[in-house]
């Protein structure tokens, strides 16, 4: 993945969806996250449950979802 940080700062990632613009909920974070999708893996063998949904959350506020 590569991506470039903008003059506000904020970074844009060049693989995968725009997550500013899908807003994924909490609920589908944690289903990419724990089983991965298109090119994303699933991360449920090398992250605990906790940290699959602290991912999640982070991701779906961050978004907006």
Partial sequence: ISGKVDL?????????????ATMPSYELAVDRVTNGQGGMPSFSSS???????????????????
Avoid: F, H, M, R
């Fill in 47 to 65: 992250l605990s449950e906790q940290q699959i949904q602290d991912v999640a959350t982070y991701v779906s506020s961050a978004a907006g979802g």
């Fill in 8 to 20: 506000t700062g904020s970074l844009t990632a060049t693989i995968g969806p725009d997550l500013d």
